[in-house]
């Protein structure tokens, strides 16, 4: 009974904080329409949020490498495109109901898509799943791509589209997260786990591997695809272009990054690499961005080297105090960032390199890729290795015996 | 006459042009703590894994309280009552020692998969249930303080600990331990031997184990099977066993 | 359904167009399998599928281009009252500068960004290699020629084509195309007498007029026989550069061959391949393997890259190595991956079909068929067609 009453105040206190946020962002929008793309920054955050957390589910959790989840994406958003071209002008539910049933159809179609991906994994292992999951998401691009009537290369038009589903993308988002965490929680769950950790031996103990698999990639894809559904809603125009192979990169990376079966980490490596290439953007004096000289950007790269050089050998070598190795670590980071400024200024003396300028804009793919490699480098056990957030584990500690805590 | 628990009925297994187990047969019956022991390469775990599924027989039935189960999948002879343990260890190393035995507790779940997505009550009792079973289980095998550790940190005597505890989560008919004392020293050995007696005693499981060390095989089990290169060369109980002449000469120069 | 299935109604095969095809397929297909080699090198040694392979490619176009431009071959310097002229060694400069700025940077890559990474997770040095790939993607847009670029079509020297016969068309068929085409020359020496060039209609006399008519029809027979001529014979037309290449291409597998079979380096290669613990432990000198290993691959997907920009004209973008790199990399996994004859094979197969795709007239769906081969040959030989699948034991 207290179980009910904590679950149902906490559903509420989740309404209530998205819808909260929904109608701050409108008013936002509402008084300066240019402030629109903050609007879609918070659309598209939410959405790779719960693709990372979705991929997770298949790559982290169950342990199947996989590498094409934009294919499901893709899946959803057409599936979702066509049906509300469709059947939108003939239903009697108003615009934001229709989301959810466009969420829906996504979801189906890419849990289909799943299933079929999901019944190969039975026989492929680790890199060759991989390559296939690859292969499956270009297919099925390819073919969009050649079919007049889901628009081919010229993408296909939603004409009744909802630009305000902000709260809808939240909520999937959340979804997805209650429901992975869920899982985790309970022996079902284990059984994921188990399956990533070691087939044979939980086959012995009588999990069945096959449907724990097959399991993980129509719950994970169905995820995408209801985000890939809400997206073309959104967005009112989706092309397969959207869908590329790099988009199923980021999402891995993503996942990578937080470290693979962290859900909170997947959280945040979405959140922090989907928002580095728009950090440029807001980089603008006077309506003009900021521009930045081959002088800074060669000291920059110098200076970088050597501190993610100095840096790692710290974590792998220096074996003193924690305080003396932070302390190092922070001296170390805060060199290079004077050491680029003093020597972008002696650069900045040689003509060549002063005088070619970049918009930072046009860096932002570099930043992406930098920090890729240089949090690699550092932590690759990504973020949070295989474990939640510190507080949420000894939660878990302290929760130990006591039936019936905390349910989300 | 009563069906024998596990009956092996001249089963046989080939890989290639290689006969890795050739027409062995014997009959468990219940509470019996059965030794299979043999030189490297006698096909023990052969025996193992056709048992446990992992392989199919290429001809010959095994038959496991009185049905058939060669070639039925793993997780299926599981769930009908015969778990086992790995010569190499296989534990889910980056999981909890608590979350491993409850693994081993799954396949006798009764919720599903939707409440666990939506963490139902139902789902939220059968966690905690499970848990307690797998803590019993912990004290079992004297794990229970390092509940909470990740089972890779464990010392290797403590892993093959939890290797049985796991296998006894599932509630089996049978357990097969393969070289549950394998590099143990003295002493973790003579926990090990307690541990599968009080099994088979006071949990009343039928325990079938593969065992390099002789003393110890000796020591514990009331049945043996010798196998050497594929084929079975005795059977017996241990003092038999000791006085064979085709045992003594397949492991020759070994102290028996 | 139908809707899926409509692009097959199109479908078209010209039995007589199939040769020049598969040739075509084979030709291209041995720059994939150069490219597939270092995919499958690197694989073989460290198991890390070396996505920043399809960018060493790319550097090796660029490296080309470069090299080409500093000999002289520009869109001006061809305009110059005194063009530069290409010869073999041209060729053989740009070859060899294309391979070493190749060598150079993976074996920069190697060092700095994978070597790191060893002893971490596979998945983790995945990602660097991602990272890695990303970065000389958008790097190069950022310092490279900001537009599309070609290297001069003079650069080649051999651009004149060899064309062989495969089936002559019935001789009756080509007399008769020889009478027809020699009754439209005369009508048209006929009329030159008759009319000035550029003459007007009205000005023109009766028996021009008449002449005139009767050269369009001969014309109009002519080139109807012509057609009939083509489609009843089989030839199939090559240009020597693409000969060339296809030559050295082969040359350099031999060398490769040569390398892993015969020398110490590449004993010790296959050392690595078959087991990297031992291999260390017996004393190999497993970092030395891996950087050759990152150099040789890394010169032929140079020595591709300068192949394919010059003799295919192929367009040099800062993307350039992604579909290539992908393909290759298919390829590589369709033979085996880590396996050497298989990449060859699988390079040779995927162009092949590539153009079999064109063919058949799906050449939408060219970039698929990589993977739809990819899926059926995994799902039925997960080990690829010369590898071997390792089962685990328990």
Same mark, same amino acid.
Do not use: C, W, Y
């Given at each position: 009974m207290k179980i009910w009453v904590v679950r149902i105040l906490s559903i509420i206190g989740t309404l209530v904080a998205v819808f909260g946020f929904e109608f701050f962002m409108r008013g936002l929008v509402a008084q300066d329409?240019?402030?629109d793309y903050i609007y879609r920054l918070a659309v598209l955050a939410g959405l790779f949020v719960t693709l990372a957390v979705s991929l997770n589910l298949i790559n982290?959790?169950?342990?199947?490498?996989? #590498?094409?989840?934009a294919s499901f994406y893709m899946v959803g958003a057409y599936a979702g495109a066509t049906l509300t071209n469709s059947l939108y002008k003939i239903q009697p539910l108003g615009p934001e109901t229709w989301l959810f049933v466009v969420a829906l159809g996504g979801a189906v179609a890419a849990g289909i898509a799943g299933l079929i991906v999901g019944l190969h994994s039975l026989r492929l292992k680790g890199d060759y799943l991989a390559i296939v999951t690859l292969g499956f998401g270009e297919i099925i691009r390819i073919i969009v791509f050649n079919q007049p009537f889901l628009g081919g290369s010229f993408g296909l038009n #939603?004409?009744?589209?909802?630009?305000?589903s902000l709260w809808a993308v939240l909520l999937l988002a959340i979804l997805c997260i209650a429901v992975c965490r869920n899982l985790c929680q309970t022996p079902h769950g284990l059984a994921f786990l188990a399956v990533r950790e070691d087939e044979v031996a939980s086959s012995a103990m009588g999990v069945n591997v096959t449907r724990v698999k097959v399991t993980a990639f129509i719950v994970g894809s169905a995820f995408a695809g209801a985000a890939g559904a809400l997206l073309g809603v959104y967005d009112g125009l989706i092309t397969p272009?959207?869908?590329?192979m790099d988009v199923s990169f980021l999402i891995l990376t993503m996942v990578v990054l937080g470290g693979t079966g962290s859900i909170t980490g997947s959280v945040i490596a979405a959140l922090l690499l989907f928002s580095i290439p728009e950090w440029p953007r807001f980089m603008v004096e006077g309506g003009k961005p900021w521009q930045v000289t081959g002088a800074t950007l060669l000291a920059g790269a110098i200076c970088l080297i050597v501190s993610v050089y100095l840096v790692k050998r710290t974590i792998d070598e220096y074996h003193g105090p924690q305080r003396t190795k932070t302390l190092r670590i922070v001296g170390i980071v805060g060199g290079g960032i004077i050491g680029t400024v003093l020597l972008g200024t002696v650069f900045g003396l040689i003509p060549v390199l002063a005088n070619r300028t970049w918009d930072v804009g046009a860096l932002r793919m570099v930043f992406l890729a930098v920090t890729l490699i240089v949090l690699m480098l550092i932590r690759p056990q990504g973020i949070f290795g295989h474990e939640e957030f510190g507080w949420q584990k000894a939660m878990k500690a302290l929760r130990f015996g006591k039936p019936g805590a905390n349910p989300t | 006459m009563t069906t024998p628990l596990l009956s092996l009925d001249e089963a046989t297994i080939k890989f290639g042009g290689l006969?890795?187990?050739?027409k062995v047969s014997f009959d468990i019956e219940r509470g019996d703590l059965f030794g299979l022991i043999g030189p490297n390469g006698a096909g023990k775990t052969t025996c193992f894994n056709l048992i446990t599924g992992v392989y199919k027989p290429t001809s010959g039935k095994i038959l496991f309280k009185g049905s058939e189960i060669g070639g039925t999948p793993p997780n299926r002879i599981a769930e009908k009552g015969i778990c086992r343990t790995f010569q190499n260890i296989r534990l889910?190393?980056?999981?909890s020692v608590v979350e491993n035995v409850m693994v081993g507790a799954f396949?006798?779940?009764?919720?599903n998969i939707f409440s666990a997505f939506l963490y139902l009550p139902g789902a939220i009792r059968e966690t905690e249930q499970f848990r307690a079973q797998a803590m019993a289980l912990l004290e079992v095998v004297d794990l229970a303080d390092v509940a909470?550790?990740?089972?890779?940190?464990?010392?290797y005597g403590k892993q093959r600990r939890l290797e049985i505890a796991r296998a006894m989560a599932t509630q089996p008919d049978l357990l097969l331990l393969d070289?549950?004392?394998?590099?143990?020293n003295p002493q973790e050995k003579e926990e090990l031997h307690l541990v599968v007696r009080r099994i088979r005693d006071e949990f009343q499981k039928t325990v079938l184990l593969i065992e390099h060390d002789m003393r110890f095989v000796m020591g514990l089990c009331e049945k043996i099977v010798v196998l050497d290169h594929g084929e079975e060369i005795a059977a017996g109980p241990p003092e038999a066993i000791r006085n064979d002449p085709k045992v003594i000469e397949a492991y020759l120069g070994e102290a028996v | 359904m139908d809707v899926l299935l409509?692009?097959?109604?199109g479908l078209q095969m010209d039995f007589g167009a199939l040769p020049q095809q598969l040739v075509n397929g084979i030709l291209i297909g041995s720059i994939y399998a150069l490219i597939a080699l270092g995919y499958t090198m690197v694989y073989g040694v460290?198991?890390?599928?070396?996505?920043?392979h399809g960018e060493v490619f790319m550097i090796g176009c660029y490296a080309a281009l470069f090299t080409s431009w500093a000999m002289g071959f520009t869109a001006t310097g061809m305009q110059a009252a005194k063009p530069p002229t290409s010869n073999i060694v041209t060729l053989l400069i740009m070859l060899f500068v294309s391979m070493a700025v190749c060598s150079l940077v993976g074996v920069t890559i190697e060092r700095f960004a994978y070597r790191p990474m060893r002893n971490q997770s596979r998945i983790a040095s995945l990602i660097t290699a991602i990272g890695v790939s990303l970065l000389l993607q958008f790097g190069g847009q950022l310092f490279l020629p900001p537009l599309q670029q070609n290297?001069?079509?003079?650069?080649?020297?051999?651009r004149d084509t060899i064309s062989l016969t495969l089936r002559q068309a019935p001789a009756s068929l080509k007399q008769e195309f020889k009478t027809a085409s020699l009754a439209q020359k005369a009508a048209e020496e006929r009329l030159a007498e008759l009319a000035p060039p550029g003459a007007l209609t009205s000005e023109l006399s009766p028996e021009a007029l008449e002449v005139r008519e009767r050269l369009s029809e001969l014309t109009i027979k002519s080139n109807s026989l012509r057609a009939q001529v083509n489609d009843a014979s089989v030839f199939v037309v090559i240009q020597k550069g693409k000969l060339i290449m296809f030559a050295a291409a082969l040359v350099l597998m031999i060398i490769l061959r040569h390398i892993v079979l015969k020398t110490a380096t590449g004993r010790a290669m296959r050392a690595v391949n078959h087991d990297f613990q031992s291999a260390s432990l017996m004393g190999v000198n497993v970092n030395r393997v891996i950087t050759y290993t990152f150099m040789i691959g890394s010169a032929l997907a140079g020595a591709g890259a300068m192949m394919n920009s010059t003799f295919e004209g192929t367009a040099i973008t800062p993307?350039?190595?992604v579909a290539l790199g992908v393909k290759a990399f298919v390829a590589a996994v369709l033979g085996g991956i880590g396996n050497i004859p298989g990449a060859v094979l699988g390079g040779i197969l995927m162009g092949v079909a590539e153009s079999l795709v064109v063919w058949v007239g799906l050449s939408g769906y060219k970039d698929a068929i990589a993977f739809v081969i990819l899926i059926v040959i995994l799902l039925f030989r997960p080990g690829g067609l010369l590898g071997s699948s390792a089962v685990e034991k328990v």
């Open positions: 329409q240019s402030l982290g959790i169950t342990g199947q490498f996989s #590498i094409g989840h #939603i004409a009744d589209k909802n630009d305000k272009d959207t869908f590329r | 006969t890795a187990v050739n889910f190393p980056s999981l396949l006798r779940h009764k919720t909470l550790a990740r089972a890779a940190d464990l010392p070289e549950p004392a394998a590099g143990m | 409509s692009p097959l109604a460290l198991r890390l599928i070396n996505f920043a290297i001069q079509a003079e650069v080649n020297p051999f993307f350039a190595g």
